[in-house]
């Protein structure tokens, strides 16, 4: 194959082993791939929470970019950073088998949870603060930024009692340690632990060469995730979760809205057959919004800064 693919990715060695893996996927294949690095804005500003940035795509747009102005010809992302309206000729190629969906709990020792003064756990993801309060109410939860390196060497050097993780991105760099703690409680974020890959919508090269690595399963189970999302969010950040899993020719969903604090939340779950997938997540998401989650979303957005 005489053209290269150039495959866009953010410098992380997260994101690095992700687009690594589509690069081995393909040349399997017999296409020629090379990787070229971006740098997007939540990686430069290492600091400021993520809400306060305007959290959707803040670590996609780049890519975006360089993919729309032919600088790269593929996009590789964690998909649940991926907004779920995509730019005007850009589509999605592929999804890759998903991994761990779990969020877990990286401490240095869990005599916290027996004791009855307030602890402090770090988490910059708005969706985790307020499932954590929901079951901790007297705790406090700190902003914490960074690539997985960086928040773990944070948790290193500060007093909290612990930090909450994806453990997929853990386990693809084995940097998942033997302490932690499974947040089997916790609804993911919806996509979480899938990997997704972005193209124009007129190449037809990078779409012939990453049909074969699309795991269908992961293709349904994120779409119903990100179509519940989409309807709910209504363009603004909110603590939302969504796991939908495959059992057969049966899907189990778990979905929820909290408010920002924690408090309040509103829960949905639902099992359904596979062959009826297609619009659940929007049915689930309207659902939810017609009992209370209209008005719970409208509080989200006026407490939100900015």
Request: hydrophobic content about 40%.
């Amino acid at each position: 194959m005489s053209k290269v693919l150039r495959i866009g990715t953010r410098d992380s060695e997260l994101a690095l082993w992700q687009a690594n893996q589509v690069k081995n996927g393909i040349e399997k294949q017999g296409f020629s791939a090379e990787l070229v690095p971006v740098k997007s804005i939540g990686d430069r500003n290492q600091e400021q929470p993520l809400y306060e940035m305007g959290i959707t795509g803040i670590f996609t747009k780049a890519l975006d970019v360089a993919l729309i102005n032919n600088e790269i010809d593929i996009a590789v992302h964690s998909m649940k950073d991926v907004p779920t309206n995509l730019p005007k000729g850009v589509v999605q190629a592929a999804v890759l088998p998903r991994a761990n969906t779990e969020d877990i709990l990286l401490h240095h020792g869990t005599n916290f949870l027996k004791s009855e003064e307030p602890s402090t756990i770090a988490t910059g993801s708005l969706r985790r603060k307020a499932q954590w309060l929901h079951k901790f109410p007297n705790d406090k939860v700190v902003n914490l930024r960074g690539n997985v390196n960086t928040r773990m060497r944070k948790l290193d050097e500060n007093p909290w009692q612990g930090a909450i993780f994806a453990a997929a991105g853990l386990e693809r760099i084995n940097l998942k340690p033997e302490k932690h703690l499974s947040l089997d409680w916790m609804i993911p974020a919806p996509a979480q632990g899938a990997m997704v890959v972005l193209v124009k919508e007129n190449d037809e090269l990078s779409q012939q060469a990453l049909q074969k690595l699309n795991d269908r399963e992961s293709e349904i189970t994120t779409h119903i995730e990100r179509q519940f999302l989409n309807i709910l969010e209504g363009g603004c950040t909110a603590p939302i979760g969504a796991n939908a899993k495959i059992d057969g020719n049966n899907i189990h969903f778990e979905g929820a809205i909290f408010s920002l604090d924690g408090k309040k939340h509103l829960h949905a779950e639902e099992d359904f057959s596979v062959k009826d997938f297609e619009n659940k997540g929007k049915d689930l998401a309207k659902k939810l919004l017609s009992s209370g989650g209209d008005e719970l979303m409208k509080q989200i957005k006026a407490n939100l800064p900015g």
